[in-house]
C-alpha cells in the first residue's frame, strides 16, 4: 500500500516531466527572436558597461589589478565628457575564480542589466566559459589578457597578445641571442600546453632543440623534481609558462640549484611587474620576460598612465601589461563607438577596423579581421629595484595572427 | 501551538504518548502528498511565471545543486558518511553528458572543437567512442557514478574506514580527480572543461524556450528524487541506516552487515550527484574541474548542514538558499560573503547540528508519532563513529 | 646516478616539508582527534609572521630565526583560542569539528586577504639559505632543503623528548591512552587538551616559517597543504609519531621518484592510490595504540 | 519454542592485548537453559570473555555454541548463529522509536525486497517481545527518552526477536531501583526457559536470588565454579575478594550494603 503510493508520486512527478518537456517541444519551432540578442540600454544620460572580473578567490590576485585600472579609464573617459555625450555606468561583478559563476555573471550583466559592453575574464577557462553566453546574446567582451591563441569570436575583441606577439618574440629573441636549446616549464592548463606546442614547432624549424617539457598543477608549490631535472638537462634556456604561485616556488628552487640568469636565463611569459613584486628580486634579478608593455616603457601616454595609476591607488603599486591592455581596451571601445556613432553591439564591430590608439604601450591598431589588436613585443629584464626594462623589441607593432597563419612552420597547429 | 512536551525528558514520565500507529500515517501521507504537490505547483507554475529568463535558469542551476545535497542529506544526515568528495560524482554525471552532447554538437563523425585545437588527435579517443550514443551516455550519467562509489565505498566500508578517515580519503579523491582530469588536456578539456554546448537531444539550447524546458526536467528529476528519498527514509532500510549511522557495532551484533548497508546509501548519494552533474550542463553550458575539487564539493556540503542534514527537505531548501545567498552577496560585498559563508558554516554546525529544520521542528514538536532524527544527535555515537 | 642521488634528496625533503606540515596534525589529530582543516592557516599565520617581522627587523637571517618562536607562539595561541571557542564544545563530533574549523579557515583566509592584500608578500631568505652545497659527482644539496630538513627532525626530537621526558607530556599521553582514567586520577584533562593544542598549532607557524623559503606567501597558501598533510597522519596511524615520520618520507620519496617517471598530475595520482590500497592493508595506519576498548 | 536449547563450551581460551594476557585459558560449560553469572574484580577478563566469544577480539582455543564453533567468524555471521549481547553502556538506537528499535533486531534475516519496503503493522514476534519487556505502551516512543531501566529491557527484547539462543547480558541491572532489578530477574526466568543466559554482574544480592550457576574469573583465569553456594563457600573466592579492598564491597561473602 505504502509502497504503491511511493510510486504513484514518483510517476506523478514523471509525468509532470513529460508534459513540460512535450509543452515545450511545441513551442520550439515558433520563437526564433528570442534568441537574436540582447539590445543595450541607452535610453538614459548614461551608458552601462559591465566588468567582470574575479574578486574572490585564486585568481583576485591578478584580476583586481585588472578592474582597478579599467576604472580608471572610465574615471577619466567620464571626466572628459564620456561617450557619445552619456557617462559611463560601471556594473561590477565577481567571477569568484569560478568558470560556471563567469558565465552566470555575464548572462546577468548582458540581460539583466542590459550593458552595453564588457570588460574582463582573465583566464582561458573563464573565456571559454562565457564565450559561447556573448555569442548568443550577440553582446560585446573586451579581454584584456595575453594568452594562446587560436580563438577569433566575432563578439571578443582581444586586447592583450596573441601568441605571435609574445611567445614567437620571445623565442626570435632567444635564437637571435644564440640559444641552441630549450627547457619548457608551465603549469597544467591550456596556455601554457599552448604555447609549448608553439615553441616545439618553432624549435624544430629553427634548429633548436627542446631537451624536455614539464607541467606542473596549477597552484603546485612543490618544484624540487622540475628543478632537478632541468639543471641535468644543460639547456641553454628556460621558457616558462607557470601561472601564479607556481612561479614564486620554482624560482625560490632555481636559485637554490644554483642556478642563475647566466647560466640559465629564464624567459617568463606570466610574470610582470605585480608577481616580480611577490616573488622577490633576490630570486628574479637579470631573469626575462616577453610583454608589450612595461610600466618603464618610455614616452608621454605611458607617463600619464603610470602617473594617474599611482595617485588614485597608492604610489607602491605598479603597472604591468595586462593591467594596460584593460585600460586600452577602455579606449578602444570608446573609439569604436564614436566611430560608428552608436552603441548597437553589430554597428560597434563593424566600425573597429582601422582604430588607433595611442596606449601607454605605444600605437595600438585594431586589427577588424581578427579583433585583435596590432601592438610592439617586448623582452625585459628584472631589475633590482623590481622593475623590468626592457632590452629588445620588435621594433614596429606586429599584425596579430592568432591561428599563426602566415608562419609556415606552424602549419600542422591549428 | 503548543510548547509543554518539548523536553525530551519530560517524555520519559510514565503516561506514555497515546499515539497508535492508526492515526499517525494516514495523516502524514496526507501531509505528504500535498507537500509534493505544493512543491510542483511552486517549481512549475510559480517560478516560470514570476522569475525571469536569466533567474529561471539560475534557479535551474541551484536545483542541480539542490540534487547532491539531497544524496548527501541521506549518506550524511541519516548514514553518518561524511560525503566530502560529492563533487567527484557530480562531475562523472556531467562529464558523461557533456561527452555526448559535445560528441551530438560536433556531428557524426567529427571531433569535438577542442579537441582539434588542444589534442591534435588524428581520431577520437577510444573512451569517448561510447557516448557517442544516447544509450550509452544518459544510463552513465548516473550509472558511471555510481559504479566509483560502489568501489570505493566497498573498499573502504569492508575495512571499516569511516568517520574522520572516510571524509578525508573522498576528499583526496576529489583532488586527484581534479588532477586528473587536468592533466589530460587534449581528451577532457583540460581547466577549461568542456565547454559551448549548443544542443541538447537535437534543441537549441540558445533558445530561452529550450532552456526552460531544461528548467522543467529539472524540477521534475529533483521532485521525484525528493519522492525516491522520502520513500528510502521511511522503508525498514531508512530505520536500519540511522541504526548503522549510531550504533555501527551494535547493528553487527543484530547479525546484519553495515558495510553493506552505508554502500547502498552511500551509492545511492552518487547517483544523485551524476544526475544532478547531468542536468547541470544543459543548464550552465559548462562542465569543468572548478565542480569538482575539494572547495565545491565541501559547499555541497554547507547547504545540507544548514538546512538541516537529517530531514528530507533541509538539505533542499539549504542548498538552494546558501546559493541564492551567494548570488545576491557576491554580486555587491565579494568579501563579505566569504566571511558570511564561513561564519554560517561555524554558528550552524557548531552551535545548531540540526540546522535550521530544528528550529521548525521544536515548534512543531509533539504532533505524531515518527519523528525524525532532528532533534539531537546523540554525542556517544558520534564519538563512536570516529 | 648523479640524478637518482639528487631525486632521492628531493624525495627526503619533500618528505620533511610534509613532516613539517603533518607533525602538528599528528599532535591535535592523532592525540587528540580534531580534525583541524584550519590548521593550514595556522602555517599561512606562520608565514605572514616572518613577513611581519622582516618589515621591522631587516636582517633577513634574524629575522628568520626570531620568526621560529614567534610564530610557534602565534599560531600556537591562535590555536589555543579556536580550542576555547569552538573545538571545546566539540570533542564528541569529530565531523562536525571538520566542517566548523573549515568555516573557520575561511575566515581566516578573508581576514588575511583584508590586512596584507590579496596578492602574495615576499621575504627575503638570507643569502646562505639560498646557496647550495656541491657534493663529489656533481650533486647539489640545496641549503635551504638542508634547513628544513634539519628543522623537521629538531621539532620531531624535540617534540619526542617533551613527550616523554616532560611531566606535560606524561600528562598528555596519559589523556591519549585513557581520557576518564586520567581525569579521575587528578589530571585536568581540559588543560591538557589546550595544551596540545598550543603545540600541535604552535609547529604548524614553525612549518609556515619554513615554507617562506620554499614558496609563494599568500592568504591561500594553507589549502594546498592541508590534505597531504592529513592523508601522512591518517596513513602514519593514530596515537604515534613514529607513523607520521616513516610516513611523510615514504610519500615524499614516493612522489619524487613518481614525478621523476612521469608528471607531477600522475605522481599525485599514484600516491592517492597507494594511500586506499595501503588502508586496504592496514585500515588504523601503519601504528596505533591497541587499547582494550570497545571498538 | 520448538527450537532445541544449546549450550555453550569454551575450552582454553586465550586472548591477549600486545603481550598483556586478558584471558588466559579459561575453559568453561554453560548448560543449555541455564542462567550463569560470571563475577570478578575488575580486569579479570569478563568482560574480554564475552567480546571473544562474540567476536569482537581476536583470541585462541574454541567455543561452540552447541554443536558450532563460534571462534573465526566475523561478528555478524556469529551473530545469527543465534549469539546475542549487550553492553555495559546501553547500546539501544535513541534516535528510533521503541518499535523501529525492536523491528531492526528482528530482520537481521529480511532480502532487500523487504528492506526498501515500509513496515506495516508490528510483526509478531516484535509484538511478543514489547509483551515480555513490558514495553507495548511504549512502542512508538523514542527510545533515547525510555528510562535508563527500560533501554535494558529493550536490548533484552532486542536479543529475544533476533532469536538469541545465547544471551550474554553485561551489567544488565547496573544503575536499576530495586523494583527494576526485580523486574529484570523476572524477565531473564522468563526468557531462560527456551535460551541460554550468561550474565556478568556485581551486584551480589541480584546475584543471590537470580543466579542458577556462578563461574568467578580471576586474572584471566577460572578460579571457582558452581552453585551460588558453592562458590561462597569456596576459600580461594574468599581470598582473592580480601585481597582487593576495593572490591570488597562486591565480594559474594560480604554483606549487602
Not at chain 1, 53 to 74: K, P, Q
Not at chain 1, 215 to 224: D, N, Q
Not at chain 3, 37 to 44: K, P
Not at chain 4, 29 to 52: E, H, M, Q, S, Y
Request: proline share 4%; aromatic share 8%; net charge neutral.
Amino acid at each position: 500500500m505504502t509502497l504503491f503510493r511511493g510510486r504513484r508520486i514518483l510517476a506523478g512527478a514523471m509525468t509532470l516531466v513529460a508534459a513540460a518537456a512535450l509543452a515545450a517541444c511545441g513551442s520550439k519551432t515558433t520563437d526564433q527572436n528570442t534568441s537574436a540578442g540582447v539590445t543595450a540600454d541607452v535610453s538614459g544620460d548614461t551608458v552601462k558597461v559591465g566588468l567582470l572580473n574575479s574578486l574572490s578567490g585564486t585568481m583576485a590576485i591578478s584580476e583586481v589589478t585588472v578592474r582597478d585600472s579599467i576604472m580608471l579609464a572610465i574615471e577619466e573617459i567620464n571626466a572628459a565628457g564620456g561617450v557619445l555625450g552619456k557617462k559611463i555606468q560601471p556594473v561590477g561583478e565577481d567571477g569568484a575564480s569560478d568558470w560556471p559563476t563567469f558565465a552566470e555573471k555575464a548572462e546577468k550583466l548582458i540581460r539583466e542589466d542590459r550593458v552595453a559592453a564588457v570588460f574582463g575574464c582573465w583566464t582561458s577557462a573563464s573565456r571559454k566559459a562565457v564565450k559561447p553566453v556573448f555569442e548568443k546574446n550577440k553582446a560585446l567582451l573586451f579581454y584584456p589578457v595575453q594568452y594562446e591563441g587560436l580563438e577569433q569570436s566575432p563578439y571578443i575583441f582581444y586586447t592583450g597578445a596573441t601568441t605571435n606577439q609574445q611567445i614567437v618574440p620571445g623565442l626570435d629573441y632567444l635564437k637571435a641571442q644564440g640559444a641552441k636549446s630549450l627547457y619548457l616549464v608551465g603549469s597544467d592548463y591550456v596556455f601554457p600546453r599552448t604555447a609549448n606546442k608553439i615553441i616545439k614547432a618553432y624549435a624544430e624549424a629553427n634548429g633548436m632543440k627542446v631537451l624536455g617539457e614539464d607541467y606542473a598543477p596549477l597552484g603546485s608549490t612543490e618544484f624540487g623534481t622540475i628543478t632537478n631535472k632541468v639543471k641535468s638537462s644543460g639547456a641553454d634556456a628556460v621558457f616558462n609558462t607557470l601561472n601564479g604561485d607556481s612561479n614564486v616556488a620554482f624560482f625560490k628552487e632555481y636559485k637554490s640549484a644554483g642556478l642563475t640568469a647566466t647560466s640559465m636565463p629564464v624567459v617568463s611569459v606570466s610574470i610582470a611587474e605585480e608577481e616580480v613584486k611577490s616573488i622577490g628580486t633576490q630570486y628574479l634579478e637579470g631573469q626575462l620576460t616577453a610583454w608589450n608593455y612595461y610600466q618603464t616603457t618610455p614616452g608621454a601616454a605611458n607617463e600619464k598612465f603610470v602617473a594617474a595609476y599611482k595617485a588614485k591607488y597608492g604610489a607602491d603599486k605598479p603597472t604591468s601589461d595586462p593591467m594596460e591592455a584593460a585600460y586600452v581596451s577602455v579606449y578602444l571601445w570608446k573609439a569604436m563607438v564614436e566611430k560608428a556613432g552608436a552603441f548597437d553591439v553589430e554597428k560597434v564591430r563593424q566600425a573597429s577596423d582601422g582604430i588607433t590608439f595611442e596606449a601607454p604601450e605605444g600605437l595600438v591598431t585594431v586589427d577588424g579581421a581578427t579583433q585583435h589588436i596590432a601592438k610592439t613585443a617586448r623582452v625585459g629584464k628584472v631589475g633590482a629595484d623590481g622593475l623590468i626594462t626592457e632590452v629588445w623589441n620588435s621594433g614596429a607593432p606586429i599584425t596579430p595572427d592568432p591561428y599563426l597563419k602566415s608562419y609556415p612552420w606552424a602549419g600542422g597547429l591549428s | 501551538m503548543t510548547t509543554v512536551a518539548r523536553d525530551p525528558v519530560t517524555a520519559a514520565d510514565p503516561t506514555p504518548p497515546a499515539a497508535k500507529p492508526a492515526a499517525g500515517p494516514s495523516r502524514h501521507r496526507f501531509r505528504a502528498v500535498a507537500g509534493f504537490a505544493f512543491g510542483a505547483a511552486l517549481l512549475f507554475a510559480v517560478a516560470p511565471l514570476l522569475l525571469s529568463d536569466f533567474r529561471l535558469s539560475l534557479l535551474a542551476k541551484y536545483l542541480c545543486v539542490a540534487m547532491v545535497a539531497i544524496g548527501i542529506g541521506l549518506a550524511w544526515g541519516r548514514g553518518g558518511m561524511l560525503a566530502l568528495g560529492q563533487g567527484v560524482f557530480f562531475g562523472l554525471g556531467g562529464y558523461a553528458m557533456a561527452m555526448h552532447l559535445k560528441l551530438a554538437d560536433a556531428g557524426p563523425g567529427n571531433m569535438p572543437d577542442f579537441m582539434l585545437l588542444y589534442g591534435q588527435l588524428d581520431e577520437l579517443p577510444l573512451w569517448w567512442r561510447p557516448f557517442a550514443s544516447p544509450w550509452f551516455a544518459l544510463p552513465a550519467t548516473v550509472l558511471l557514478p555510481m559504479a566509483v562509489a560502489f568501489v570505493l565505498g566497498s573498499l573502504v566500508f569492508r575495512r571499516r574506514v569511516r568517520g574522520a578517515y572516510f571524509a578525508i580519503l573522498s576528499q583526496a579523491l576529489a583532488a586527484a580527480m581534479v588532477i586528473l582530469l587536468i592533466g589530460q588536456q587534449g581528451t577532457t578539456g583540460g581547466t577549461n572543461g568542456l565547454t559551448d554546448i549548443q544542443g541538447f537531444f537535437g534543441y537549441d539550447l540558445d533558445d530561452p524556450v529550450n532552456q526552460r524546458m531544461v528548467y522543467f526536467i529539472i524540477a521534475g528529476t529533483l521532485l521525484a528524487l525528493l519522492a525516491l528519498t522520502r520513500h528510502l527514509m521511511q522503508s525498514r532500510y531508512g530505520e536500519l541506516l540511522v541504526a548503522v549511522r549510531d550504533g555501527e557495532e551494535r547493528v553487527r551484533f543484530l547479525g546484519y552487515d553495515p558495510a553493506t548497508v552505508k554502500l547502498v546509501a552511500y551509492v545511492v548519494a552518487a547517483g544523485m550527484a551524476g544526475l544532478a552533474g547531468a542536468l547541470f550542463v544543459p543548464a550552465v553550458g559548462i562542465i569543468s574541474p572548478a565542480m569538482i575539487g575539494i572547495v565545491p564539493s565541501i559547499e555541497f556540503v554547507i547547504g545540507v548542514a544548514i538546512g538541516g542534514r537529517a530531514t528530507l527537505l533541509g538539505p533542499v531548501l539549504g542548498a538552494v538558499a546558501v546559493a541564492w545567498a551567494r548570488t545576491a552577496l557576491s554580486e555587491r560585498f565579494p568579501g563579505t560573503w566569504t566571511y558570511l559563508q564561513g561564519l554560517l558554516f561555524v554558528v550552524v554546525v557548531a552551535f545548531l547540528p540540526g540546522g535550521l529544520a530544528s528550529l521548525v521542528g521544536l515548534l512543531r514538536r509533539g504532533d505524531g508519532e515518527r519523528r525524525p532524527g532532528w532533534l539531537r544527535r546523540s554525542r556517544r555515537t558520534e564519538a563512536e563513529a570516529s | 646516478m648523479t640524478v637518482l642521488i639528487g631525486q632521492l634528496f628531493t624525495g627526503v625533503s619533500i618528505g620533511a616539508v610534509l613532516l613539517l606540515i603533518a607533525l602538528g596534525l599528528a599532535l591535535t589529530f592523532g592525540q587528540m582527534g580534531v580534525i583541524n582543516m584550519a590548521h593550514g592557516e595556522f602555517i599561512m599565520a606562520g608565514a605572514y609572521t616572518t613577513f611581519v617581522l622582516q618589515q621591522v627587523i631587516t636582517a633577513a637571517g634574524w629575522s628568520l630565526l626570531i620568526a621560529l618562536p614567534v610564530a610557534f607562539v602565534v599560531a600556537g595561541a591562535m590555536g589555543v583560542l579556536l580550542e576555547i571557542l569552538l573545538i571545546r564544545r566539540l570533542y564528541a563530533r569529530p565531523l562536525d569539528t571538520l566542517l566548523v574549523t573549515w568555516g573557520v579557515s575561511l575566515i581566516l583566509q578573508q581576514l588575511a586577504r583584508d590586512i596584507f592584500g590579496s596578492p602574495n608578500v615576499q621575504t627575503r631568505a638570507p643569502e646562505l639559505l639560498t646557496g647550495n652545497i656541491a657534493l663529489p659527482g656533481g650533486i647539489t644539496v640545496a641549503n635551504n632543503r638542508l634547513f628544513i630538513l634539519a628543522l623537521a627532525g629538531g621539532a620531531v626530537v624535540a617534540l619526542t623528548v617533551a613527550l616523554r621526558v616532560t611531566p606535560l607530556g606524561r600528562r598528555i599521553r596519559a589523556v591519549v591512552q585513557n581520557r576518564d582514567l586520567a581525569a579521575v586520577s587528578g589530571i585536568a584533562t581540559a588543560r591538557v587538551d589546550r595544551m596540545t593544542f598550543f603545540i600541535g598549532s604552535g609547529l604548524a607557524g614553525i612549518a609556515g616559517v619554513a615554507l617562506t623559503l620554499l614558496g609563494p606567501i599568500g592568504p591561500t597558501m594553507g589549502t594546498n597543504l592541508i590534505i597531504d598533510a592529513f592523508l601522512v597522519v591518517v596513513v602514519g596511524g593514530i596515537g604515534q609519531l613514529k607513523g607520521t615520520v616513516i610516513v611523510a618520507f615514504a610519500l615524499g620519496v614516493l612522489q619524487a621518484s613518481g614525478e621523476y617517471l612521469t608528471t607531477l598530475s600522475v605522481a599525485k595520482v599514484m600516491v592517492f592510490v597507494a594511500i586506499v590500497a595501503f588502508l586496504q592493508w592496514r585500515p588504523q595506519g601503519m601504528f596505533t595504540l591497541r587499547t582494550r576498548s570497545l571498538a | 519454542m520448538t527450537e532445541q536449547l544449546h549450550g555453550l563450551y569454551v575450552r582454553d581460551l586465550r586472548v591477549s592485548f600486545d603481550g598483556f594476557t586478558a584471558v588466559d585459558g579459561v575453559s568453561l560449560d554453560v548448560a543449555p537453559g541455564d542462567i550463569r553469572f560470571l563475577i570478578g574484580p575488575n580486569g579479570a577478563g569478563k568482560t574480554t570473555l564475552v567480546d571473544a566469544v562474540t567476536g569482537l577480539v581476536k583470541a585462541t582455543g574454541s567455543v561452540r555454541f552447541g554443536d558450532r564453533e563460534l571462534l573465526g567468524r566475523p561478528v555478524h555471521r556469529i551473530s545469527r548463529l543465534g549469539v546475542g549481547r549487550t553492553f555495559q553502556t546501553s547500546t539501544v538506537f535513541e534516535e528510533l522509536t521503541v518499535l523501529q528499535n525492536l523491528d531492526i533486531a528482528a530482520g537481521a534475516r529480511r532480502g532487500w525486497a523487504t528492506l526498501l519496503r515500509r513496515r506495516h503493522g508490528v510483526p509478531d514476534e516484535v509484538a511478543e517481545a514489547l509483551e515480555v519487556i513490558g514495553l507495548a505502551s511504549r512502542a512508538d516512543q523514542l527510545a533515547g527518552t525510555l528510562a535508563h531501566g527500560q533501554k535494558q529491557w529493550l536490548e533484552i527484547g532486542m536479543l529475544l526477536v533476533q532469536d538469541a539462543r545465547l544471551l550474554l547480558l553485561d551489567e544488565p541491572v547496573a544503575g536499576m531501583s530495586h523494583e527494576e532489578r526485580d523486574a529484570t530477574g523476572q524477565l531473564l526466568e522468563q526468557v531462560s526457559r527456551d535460551r541460554t543466559v550468561v550474565v556478568i554482574e556485581h551486584d551480589m544480592d541480584f546475584l543471590r536470588r537470580f543466579a542458577r550457576t556462578v563461574t568467578v574469573l580471576h586474572a584471566g583465569k577460572v578460579l571457582s565454579e558452581g552453585t551460588v553456594a558453592q562458590v561462597q563457600a569456596d576459600p580461594r573466592v574468599q581470598e582473592v575478594y580480601l585481597g582487593h579492598p576495593v572490591d570488597a564491597g562486591t565480594a559474594p561473602t560480604a554483606t549487602e550494603a
